[in-house]
């Protein structure tokens, strides 16, 4: 039997961002190295939701919404972070569910569909918290990153 934790104020010291991804198992080592890239190494805490940005604001995984704001709370409270990433991912099956095939049809209409999502997150984030800063992105299945436009972002 483990014993229970007390968590400090404080823990491990500061991370510069929250990673929000979705749970595909075909980008994680592909989301390990962009991170490393983007001089993310080892200061992102990492929250997966299928569907990423979908499942942290889409009414259909309703249920996950306060779990993903719970932990944005505290890895601002733990860590200090000041960034909260999103890395969607080209051909999501959350996506097909959420917003039915059509809407995810081409390329043009997937970076639509994503953009409105994380116009959506990013409003979110803003009213609950206004001092961080939220970027998003679209990762294909060969790797590559490409930022989603929105109509507007935290700072």
């Known amino acids: 039997m483990g014993a229970a934790l007390a968590l400090p104020a404080q823990a491990g010291g500061k991370a510069d961002a929250i990673l929000l991804s979705c749970m595909d198992y075909r980008l994680i080592d592909d989301?390990?190295?962009?991170?490393?890239?983007?001089?993310?190494?080892?200061?992102?805490?990492?929250?997966?939701?299928?569907?990423?940005?979908?499942?942290?604001?889409?009414?259909?995984?309703?249920?996950?919404?306060?779990?993903?704001?719970d932990h944005v709370g505290l890895a601002v409270k733990l860590h200090s972070v000041h960034e909260i990433l999103v890395i969607d991912h080209s051909d999501c099956g959350a996506a097909k569910l959420a917003l039915g095939e059509e809407a995810i049809a081409t390329p043009q209409k997937e970076m639509q569909a994503h953009a409105a999502v994380m116009d959506q997150l990013t409003q979110a984030a803003h009213e609950r918290f206004p001092e961080l800063r939220l970027r998003g992105f679209l990762m294909t299945l060969d790797g590559t990153m490409e930022r989603i436009p929105t109509a507007g972002e935290t700072h």
């Open 31 to 69: 989301l390990a190295i962009m991170l490393n890239q983007m001089q993310y190494r080892n200061s992102y805490d990492h929250v997966i939701l299928a569907g990423g940005a979908l499942g942290a604001v889409h009414p259909q995984f309703a249920a996950w919404h306060p779990v993903f704001w």
